[in-house]
């Protein structure tokens, strides 16, 4: 009696694996599955690949999903909001007056690169701002920014 590998045992490996990310949580097991997922569905179009075929399929699947995760996909997903940054990180940032003050509201300012994560922040100001004015922050307080004209 021989053993064959069957599609679905490479989906239960596979299915295991991304669990197993759960425990260590590397974010590299789950290419692993996921290479066991691509061999599975190989697998159930061509029935007929001997098990050394089926390994080193899956070795090379699972490690161009690893290579292409840690070379291109995670790269891109750099946190740029500075969310959980002390807030002695955030001041100088500097950004442009979407909405001049006006009594009894607070104007608005946007920033390009978000500062605490949110691009645009409602202001206060001792100096007299306008729209397209550049701004400083000096101080936070609450959900408002003390800002400053910048010169």
């Not at 029935?47 to 699947?61: E, G, K, N, R, T």
């Not at 999903?65 to 291109?72: Q, S």
């Not at 995670?74 to 002695?88: C, I, Q, S, Y």
């Not at 007056?97 to 994560?117: H, N």
Request: net charge negative; with cysteine; aromatic share 12%.
């Amino acid at each position: 009696m021989t053993f064959q590998i069957e599609y679905w045992h490479w989906v239960v490996f596979g299915m295991l694996l991304m669990m197993a990310e759960i425990v260590v949580p590397s974010f590299t097991i789950f290419w692993f599955g996921l290479g066991a997922m691509v061999l599975a569905a190989l697998l159930a179009v061509l029935p007929d690949l001997s098990l050394s075929i089926q390994m080193v399929a899956w070795a090379l699947v699972s490690c161009a999903f690893a290579l292409a995760w840690f070379k291109f996909l995670r790269p891109r997903m750099v946190d740029r909001t500075k969310a959980g940054v002390a807030r002695e990180a955030v001041m100088g940032e500097t950004g442009q007056v979407i909405l001049a003050p006006q009594s009894p509201r607070r104007g608005q300012v946007r920033f390009s690169t978000p500062v605490l994560g949110a691009d645009e922040w409602e202001f206060i100001c001792d100096e007299e701002v306008e729209t397209g004015d550049r701004v400083m922050i000096v101080d936070i307080s609450g959900n408002t920014l003390i800002v400053k004209k910048r010169a």
